[in-house]
C-alpha cells in the first residue's frame, strides 16, 4: 500500500484525491493547502492529515509519492523538492510556464526526473487508449493523418485566462502531448487563432479559438483545433486516418438511449458537459499507472521529457501565430 501526500487542494487536486480513494494499492496520507479550509475539507473527507505547509509531508519518510496539483507558479519548486526526498512524483500540466525554468530544473535534478510522472490524463482516456493501441498493432496501416477536437463548454473566467499561460500552454497542451503520443517528435508546428467568444479573452492578449497543424519529423499530420466555447457541451473526439482505414474516438453522452419518431431519428441526450464526468476513468487509470510505477520503480510514462516536450510545441504554435510563419523544431 502506497502512502501518497497530495500538495494542493483546489479542484483538480481533489480530482486527484478522488482518484488515489478509488485505488486498492494506495492511501491519501497527508494534505497540503495553504488555505487551511481547503485542506481540512479534503483532509476530513478522505481520512489524512491536513497542513498549510508542504515540509510535514515532503519531509514525512513514511510517504512513497506525491501529487503536485498547486498552482503551476509552484510546481518546479514543490517537485524538486520531493524527488531530492526520494519520493515519486505526479504533477499536473504544465511543469511551468517558462521553457527556461523546465530546462534549469533538468539541469539540477538530472537522472531524478526519471522519478517524475507528468499529468497528461488523456493519454490513458479508455476510448484514446484503445486508438492508439490498434494504431500501433497496424490496424490502419501507416498513420497518416491525425485530428485532434478539444471544445471547452463556456469561456473561463477572465482572471484564470491572465494566469494561465494562454490557450496553448493551458488547454491545447493536452492535445499537443496526445499528438506526440500518436506521432512521436513534432518537426513543424503552424497556428491560427481568432477571437470570437470572449472579448475578455482579447483584452488579455489571448485568443479564444485556434487550429494547429503539426508534421511529423517522419511526415505525418496532425490537425488541433480548440475553443473555448461549445454550445453543445464538452467536444472531446479524436480521429486516426491511415492508409487501410481510420479509427474514430467520438463524444460521450451520459446513457447510449437514442430515440427515433416522427421529429428526430436517432435523437441522443447531450454529450457531457464537465470535463470530470467525461475523465474521470482517464484519471483513475493515469493514478493505477502511477502506482505501478512506484511498485516497480520502473520510470513513469508520460515523464518530465514529455512534459518540457509539450510546452516546447506550445511556445512554438505562440510564435507561429504572432509572427504567420510556420515554425521549425529542435
Sequence with gaps: MKRIGLLGCGRIGQV????????????LAAVFDP???SARAVAQAYGAAAHTSPEPILDDESIDAVIVASPTPTH?????????????????????????????CLDELGELTDRVMLGFNRRFDPSFADVRARVATGE?????QLTIISRDPAAPPAGYVETSGGLFRDMMIHDLDMARFFLGDVAEVTALG????SPEIAAAGDVDGAVVTLRSVDGRLATITNSRRCAYGYDQRLEAFGELGALEARNQHPTSVRFSGAQATESAPPIHHFFLDRYTPAYRAEFEAFVTALETSEKPSPGFGDGRAALVLADAAGESL?????ITIG
Design 16 to 27: 486527484h484525491a478522488a482518484s488515489v480513494a478509488a485505488s486498492a494499492r494506495a492511501e
Design 322 to 326: 504572432r509572427t504567420g510563419r510556420t
Design 35 to 37: 488555505f487551511e479550509e
Design 194 to 197: 481568432s477571437n470570437l467568444i
Design 76 to 104: 518546479i519548486d514543490l517537485l524538486t523538492r520531493a524527488v531530492q526526498r526520494g519520493k515519486g512524483v505526479l504533477c499536473e500540466k504544465p511543469i511551468d510556464l517558462d521553457l527556461a525554468r523546465v530546462d534549469a
Design 140 to 144: 490502419i496501416g501507416n498513420l497518416e
